[in-house]
């Protein structure tokens, strides 16, 4: 054999060492990198606030923190509960959610769809709340199904303050609406929003009649000039006012009134008000 077809061979068998060495390379830098992604992930699930649980594709445990096992009151440990099945763990604490029968059979539903879900609103049978978020979980590269990712977020103190609103809202709503006095509610352009009844009574407009308005145009419709947009300035400048004088009706009769203006300030900013008659 020449000398050339050795140094071929050489260098062809070379070419094929180094290929695979920078194949093994690259496998090994793939596996370091999926191992810290895990790390990190185990890392993240585990000092979540929210309880996590992961399970594979047959819903045994892949993964869950002590979050989760606070909120079901589960006795065991994190790790403990790897393997365990979830169709029978929903079974096991049903008794805690408000609705029992409901919790196993809307899991199911889920996970037979498939779909992300995010936010929805489970009650317990202790008056707490949680959202439930669902992420079903494929492999990147063939879209490959290989499990399900729970979450679970308490928002008690969220959902009681949206009822205090809700009921303070209905209060102030029933205070406007019934009130012995006559009240405008206008915004922060001085423009009426609403009326409440006794106000059509005293004057004798309709709310179709004159929202929008500016709250001293509309009394200078009365009679011109009486408007106070002085008590209006000071109102605006998050003053309570208040005055006795004369307003005048639609039809131009005069009303001996004490008109009271109160702002309506959120954080800082005025907002609107309220101007109340009372007929004297």
Request: proline share 3%; glycine share 6%.
């Amino acid at each position: 054999m020449s000398t050339s077809h050795y140094k071929k061979a050489f260098t062809t068998d070379s070419t094929c060492q180094n290929e695979s060495v920078d194949e093994f390379t690259r496998i090994k830098e793939h596996n370091l990198s999926l191992q810290e992604n895990l790390v990190r992930f185990r890392a993240m699930v585990e000092n979540n606030p929210a309880g996590i649980v992961v399970e594979d594709k047959d819903r045994q445990i892949i993964l869950t923190n002590q979050a989760f096992c606070n909120i079901f009151s589960l006795p065991a440990q994190p790790e403990d509960l790897t393997g365990s099945n979830c169709s029978e763990a929903a079974e096991a604490v049903k008794h805690l959610l408000a609705e029992p029968e409901e919790f196993p059979r809307r899991i199911d539903e889920i996970i037979s769809r498939r779909k992300q879900i995010i936010g929805e609103v489970i009650s317990f049978a202790d008056g707490r709340i949680y959202e439930r978020d669902y992420i079903p979980v494929f492999t990147e590269e063939n879209a490959t199904f290989i499990g399900h990712m729970w979450q679970y977020r308490e928002i008690t103190d969220k959902k009681k303050d949206e009822r205090d609103l809700v009921y303070q809202n209905k209060l102030l709503e029933a205070l406007f609406k019934n009130s012995t006095d006559a009240i405008i509610y206008f915004d922060q352009d001085h423009r009426i929003i609403d009326i409440n009844d006794r106000f059509k009574e005293l004057f004798g407009y309709r709310l179709s009649e004159i929202k929008g308005m500016d709250i001293d145009d509309l009394h200078d419709t009365g009679k011109k000039g009486s408007g106070n947009r002085e008590y209006t300035r000071q109102m605006f400048e998050g003053k309570n006012v208040s005055s006795e004088g004369i307003r005048y009706s639609k039809y131009g009769n005069p009303i001996n009134l004490i008109v009271k203006g109160i702002p309506v300030i959120i954080e800082g900013d005025f907002c609107g008000g309220y101007a109340i008659y009372t007929d004297i």
